[in-house]
């Protein structure tokens, strides 16, 4: 088979493991993906070759994958639209990068047969990090409904991408060892494999007597800072605050906005805030809002009492790359060049850190402003341990199909990895409220307006990864490494 032809195999090898993410979510197809490229590596002697084919095969699959991405471009198509195919382009070959990276890593270790299950883990690991971090569509996020996703409470994402390449790897391994007996390769795979297949067990969760209620205004975000419609979708979530219970059931004790849920800044929204406050009535409100602190503005979400007074803020702080502040922003400025999402200056600006916000009765949440609930260790960075999530996002910017579901998906992964409940309100969906094992038990669907009541689930015991994060993990890779490089170099 010709170099060229492995290429293009490797392309396409790449854009159907992408299929094992929403909206599609068939993992089993992105193990089939992973262990075609697997196969055709074998066949590269040259570490640069490999990581060309690692590198095709990244590039199809991210551009599968985050097709999602053109969509903030097409909000203003006049302004911006002609970048949103080199956002795709460069976005799927950026990442692309890393995979490329681990395919050469592996074939300098050459000596080491399995030497692509410790370097693409660590490409992945890194991905998630460096760079300030784009995990978005990691092998693991396609776990999320079969068995194997138990692994995440364990030992978090990274060691399940360990696992899925591990699988992926021995299938296109063309010999074992010889004392494996006949046909204990296949009983292995299959074993390994099943747990990509398998549907996890459906215990209910054990819920609390406390109802949160999730506004969801679904506008549009071409339409969100229209002054016509402004107040459209400002009365559509004071009534859908102030409705009554649904089905009959219990007051909400805390109403959830989305983010940016109000187009004032916090500081010019007082009357606002009061007709918040009155109408949540006996309820909790909290909500996202623009803040802004002499020149610098943030992306936030504020608690308010019954006089619509802000008790608690939260300021988000790991904020999106060129979406809510630009790399050199002041230079690009200069140009025209801003950031998408920030309504005020060239951008935002960071927050301390994590924290908690005080919901009395209901206990301690850790906020999460979209982005924020991408990344396991943002939700490990919390002081204490919370009581459960929240997410406000304002996913609009993601699209209507791939962009919105796979967000989803990521939220439920952080509620399994902490253990922890998690109370998620989105602009135009997917609003949802998700229990401690990751399962959607109430949610509102995409691009519909409504509210939804739920009841809050309980959390369970902290998990393993919860006490542990990614250190373990990545000290131990590191090791494994270091010492396949050894081998190498005595070989």
């Known amino acids: 088979m010709s170099y060229r032809l ?59 994958a985050l097709q999602w991405i053109v969509s903030p471009f097409l909000v203003d198509v006049a302004r911006h639209g002609w970048m949103a195919p080199f956002a795709l ?81 021995l299938v296109a391994l063309p010999t074992w060892p010889a004392e494996f007996a006949k046909g204990a390769k296949a009983v292995m795979l299959v074993a390994l494999a099943s747990f990509m297949v398998m549907p996890r067990f459906a215990d209910e969760a054990d819920l609390t007597d406390h109802t949160i209620r999730l506004i969801q205004p679904n506008a549009a975000q071409r339409d969100k800072w229209d002054p016509e419609k402004i107040p459209v979708f400002f009365d559509r979530q004071l009534s859908f605050t102030a409705a009554p219970p649904q089905n009959g059931g219990p007051a909400p004790d805390l109403v959830i ?28 409100v909290t909500l996202g809002v623009q803040r802004r602190s002499d020149t610098r503005y943030f992306n936030s979400m504020v608690t308010l009492d019954a006089q619509g007074d802000v008790t608690q803020v939260y300021d988000k702080h790991h904020l999106v790359p060129f979406g809510e502040y630009m790399p050199l922003g002041d230079l690009l400025a200069k140009v025209g060049v801003t950031a998408f999402a920030a309504r005020h200056g060239n951008g935002y600006s960071r927050g301390p850190g994590a924290k908690l916000l005080d919901f009395g009765p209901l206990g301690k949440a850790l906020p999460l402003i979209c982005y924020e609930a991408v990344f396991p260790h943002d939700v490990g960075a919390a002081p204490e341990r919370p009581d459960f999530l929240i997410q406000i996002t304002n996913d609009a910017w993601f699209g209507k199909g791939a962009g919105p579901k796979q967000h989803l998906a990521q939220a439920r992964m952080r509620a399994i990895e902490q253990g922890l409940p998690l109370a998620r309100a989105a602009n135009t969906g997917i609003s949802a409220m998700i229990d401690p094992r990751g399962r959607v038990i109430a949610a509102l669907p995409l691009n519909q307006s409504g509210f939804v009541d739920a009841r809050l689930p309980k959390p369970l015991p902290p998990t393993l990864y919860s006490r542990t994060g990614d250190l373990p993990f990545a000290m131990l890779l590191l090791i494994c490494l270091a010492a396949a490089a050894i081998w190498r170099r005595r070989s």
């Open 6 to 64: 492995r290429l293009l195999l490797a392309a396409a090898a790449g854009a159907v493991a992408a299929f094992g993410q929403e909206p599609y979510a068939l993992p089993v197809v992105l193990l089939v993906g992973f262990a075609g490229v697997c196969w055709l590596w074998r066949a590269e002697d040259s570490p640069w070759r490999a990581a060309l084919l690692g590198w095709v095969f990244g590039t199809g699959y991210f551009m599968h």
């Open 89 to 169: 382009v460069f976005m799927g070959a950026g990442l692309a990068l890393f995979w490329g990276a681990a395919f050469w890593g592996a074939r300098k270790l050459a000596a080491i047969p399995l030497a692509l299950i410790l370097t693409w883990p660590a490409a992945e690991l890194v991905r998630g990090y460096i760079f300030t971090g784009f995990p978005w569509a990691m092998p693991a996020q396609a776990t999320v409904d079969v068995y194997l996703v138990g692994l995440l409470a364990k030992l978090g994402p990274y060691v399940t991408n360990l696992w899925i390449v591990t699988v992926a790897v």
């Open 257 to 284: 906005w989305s983010e940016t849920a109000i187009p004032w800044a916090l500081d010019l929204a007082g009357s606002a805030l009061e007709e918040i406050a009155q109408a949540g009535g006996e309820a909790q």
